[in-house]
């Protein structure tokens, strides 16, 4: 089952960043789904006086879910993708956002080291040929006691969950993708879900990265059993449990 990755994959997204956000619209729930899990972060007063990295923002919407929960925080968002993010930029936004161009895996080399309160990645992991190295990565970048958010569509391990994805990815979002031309990625997206990690062993690989306290939450709707939320902390400090 092959998959794009690194530089091939971020073309993709380049190529289909002009239809991305009408298609992600088709979904049910996908924005409402994104906030709510922004203030699953639980950020005190508004976020005001802390930073917080949304990593792979593809067009803004998951800048956007972040922003609502957390008005006050300054907040870096990156993606590999610059098609992407030229969509993310032509949106309107407050000073306290800024947008990098930048790929998951060089967090490892920036000089950001410690300066992080939460790290937010939607949809961002599946897609990296190496997860646990940018799960270091965002460890290295958290202050202790920062928060990391996971919403990924990860699969419970059910047959019946991963027979509704691939029934909604054959009926539904290949058809959609072929018809603006960006087929071979959205093909990607439903292979890359059937080859990850699937909740319970993808909570095992946070925890191993150095996590001590992680909790996996279901997506509702007909995501549930598809679309996991995972909380993490890394260990101890003033910005207290995710959970909740």
């Known amino acids: 089952m092959t998959l794009l990755r690194d530089h091939d994959l ?14 992600t619209g088709l979904n049910p729930g996908y924005r409402s789904d994104l906030l709510r ?18 990593l792979g923002c593809g067009t803004g919407a998951s800048t956007r879910a972040l922003l609502r929960a957390a008005p006050y925080a300054r907040i870096t968002a990156v993606d ?18 800024r947008f990098l161009h930048r790929s998951a895996e060089e967090l490892a080399t920036t000089d950001d080291d410690g300066s992080y309160d939460a790290v937010f990645a ?9 997860p646990a190295v940018v799960l270091d990565a965002v460890r290295a970048l958290l202050r202790p006691g920062g928060r990391l958010l996971v919403h990924e569509y990860s699969l419970s391990g059910s047959p019946l ?14 058809p959609a993708g072929t018809l603006t031309g960006d087929r071979e990625l959205y093909r990607h997206l439903w292979r890359s ?4 990690d ?29 679309v996991h939320v995972f909380l993490a902390r890394s260990g101890t400090g003033p910005t207290g449990s995710p959970a909740s």
Not at 47 to 54: K, M, P, S, T
Request: net charge positive; hydrophobic share 45%; charged share 25%.
């Open 10 to 23: 971020a073309r993709a997204f380049d190529r289909a960043s002009h239809s991305y956000d009408r298609l």
């Open 161 to 174: 969950h991963r027979a509704v994805w691939n029934t909604v990815c054959r009926g539904v979002i290949v």
């Open 198 to 226: 699937t909740a319970p062993a993808f909570a095992e690989r946070i925890a191993r990265a150095g996590f001590p306290f992680v909790r996996t939450v279901p997506v509702g709707g007909w995501q549930n059993g598809i």
């Open 80 to 97: 590999a993708s610059a098609g992407m993010l030229e969509r993310a930029r032509a949106k309107r936004w407050p000073r306290n956002v």
């Open 193 to 196: 879900v059937l080859v990850f």
């Open 122 to 130: 939607a949809y961002l992991f599946r897609n990296v040929a190496e």
């Open 37 to 54: 899990s922004a203030h699953r972060l639980r950020l005190p007063r508004g976020g005001r006086g802390l930073r917080v990295l949304d």
